[in-house]
């Protein structure tokens, strides 16, 4: 099946910095690469996701790149906040109609 | 305008004693998914639906079931609860599978 490594676990910037968090597969299958926020006991929630069929992808501060060759995919989150601190796990396909596998998470602390 | 509703969101059970949690959604979803997640961990896959098909991860413990008896519900059934089963449950939905998930809430379940 599907293995998702995410790197670094821990994260410290300071505010107006950028965080760069990420992540490898193991099924060159994948084709569907979503990134999801989890602030603490709350639901993890879509920030932000991408397709084997584009290399990478912007909404505002929040970016992801992708590169099938290397089976690797990045969250870039540029000018950081102090309420962008959470968790952030990435995610992948993993056969069948896609089931996501998650990454372990990676804690973003901002600092003011 | 809660999309995915998990009751209850905090659950205490007894050691040994049958608990069920809920999941219902308004989207309409085809898919809806069952996660366990312990503190500090990614997300862990038990078990989904698509549509009336149920598909069981392999390492799901045989105390878990789970229950979708409409398009909007499904049921966690934990039927002898554990100290080690003490963990947040997310219950999470997707259209067809192939996109980003929405997830409930939660249920933080505790056992005494």
């Known amino acids: 099946g599907e293995n998702v490594e995410q790197h670094p676990s821990t994260l410290s910037v300071q505010e107006g910095d950028s965080a760069v968090i990420k992540c490898t597969y193991s099924?060159?299958?994948?084709?569907?690469f979503p990134w999801y926020k989890q602030e603490l006991g709350k639901r993890p929630q879509l920030i932000i996701d991408?397709?084997?069929?584009?290399g990478e992808k912007k909404d505002q501060r929040i970016a992801v790149t992708l590169n099938k060759t290397a089976k690797h995919f990045s969250l870039h989150i540029t000018e950081t906040q102090p309420e962008d601190s959470a968790v952030y796990f990435c995610?992948?396909?993993?056969?069948?109609?896609?089931?996501?596998?998650f990454g372990k998470g990676t804690m973003l602390l901002v600092s003011p | 305008d809660a999309m995915v509703i998990q009751n209850p969101r905090y659950q205490v059970t007894q050691f040994g004693k049958p608990v069920t949690l809920s999941c219902s959604q308004t989207?309409?979803?085809?898919?809806m998914y069952w996660y366990q997640q312990k503190s500090s961990q990614a997300p862990k896959l038990l078990f989904h639906?698509?549509?009336?098909?149920?598909?069981n991860e392999a390492d799901t413990p045989d105390n878990f079931q789970s229950r979708r008896p409409n398009t909007s519900f499904c049921f966690l059934d934990i039927r002898s609860p554990g100290l080690g089963d003490a963990a947040m449950y997310l219950c999470?939905?997707?259209?067809?599978?192939?996109?980003?998930?929405?997830f409930g809430s939660g249920t933080r379940l505790t056992v005494v």
């Open positions: 099924d060159s299958a994948s084709n569907y």
């Open positions: 639906y698509y549509d009336k098909d149920f598909n």
């Open positions: 999470a939905t997707s259209r067809d599978g192939t996109d980003g998930y929405t």
């Open positions: 991408i397709r084997s069929n584009v």
């Open positions: 995610a992948a396909t993993s056969g069948g109609y896609s089931t996501l596998t």
């Open positions: 989207l309409n979803h085809n898919v």
